[in-house]
């Protein structure tokens, strides 16, 4: 047999091969993917494949597409036998079954991608262990603090807090009384006095709590 020849046989025998795999799966593959799902099987090159799939669809045997620079290639609807009854109903069981398959499988993934998040949101291990070193330090610094505080000897008593309160408070209020006097005594002289408050202060020398800086405490 002649090389021409021999290439010929070959391309049919492709030929009815793919015609026989895409009638099969009923789904549509492009020519890369059918190279790699028959190859090892059959042995057909890429270019016998693709080449192939170009005469069944030149012939209207299958039925091609293409979507930019690809194509793609599917059996001819027409030309396959009609599903029965029975056949579409178990398609479509096949389908809720399909269905339900993968709602569950999406529900697992969000899980998963949940506990991913949370995992890598959480320390490592050795970052656990520098932390758990950095309070220990922490501690140990806080209880030499506060034994150092218990044997101090200049603790001041409850008795002492409160005379120390009871006489701030008895200051402050004498305060309010004096500044309140002193207040009314100025306002007073100053509603006789010919210039203006600042200069009488200045000429006398009063020094009030704001030049210092000082607020009375509030009440209490």
Not at 152 to 170: D, G, M
Request: with cysteine; aromatic share 6%.
């Amino acid at each position: 047999m002649s090389k021409g020849r021999e290439g010929a046989a070959a391309g049919g025998g492709a030929a009815a091969v793919l015609l026989r795999y895409l009638r099969e799966q009923n789904r549509p593959y492009s020519a890369q993917d059918a190279f790699g799902n028959l190859q090892r099987e059959h042995g057909l090159g890429k270019a016998a494949v693709a080449k192939a799939l170009e005469q069944l669809a030149q012939q209207g045997r299958i039925r091609e597409k293409a979507y930019g620079k690809q194509k793609i290639y599917f059996a001819d609807q027409e030309q396959l036998p009609a599903a029965s009854d029975a056949e579409l109903r178990g398609l479509d069981g096949d389908i809720a079954a399909l269905s339900a398959e993968v709602t569950a499988l999406q529900q697992s993934c969000r899980r998963m991608e949940a506990e991913l998040k949370d995992l890598n949101g959480s320390l490592t291990t050795p970052e656990m262990a520098r932390e758990i070193e950095e309070l220990k330090k922490d501690c140990a610094g806080y209880a030499e603090k506060l034994a150092r505080i218990k044997s101090a000897t200049n603790h001041v008593t409850p008795e002492e807090k409160e005379r120390v309160c009871s006489e701030q408070k008895l200051y402050c209020k004498e305060w309010r009384r004096r500044k309140r006097m002193a207040t009314e005594l100025l306002d007073a002289i100053l509603e006789g006095y010919p210039k203006s408050k600042k200069q009488f202060f200045e000429e006398v020398g009063i020094e009030t709590d704001e030049d210092h800086n000082v607020t009375l405490p509030a009440a209490v």
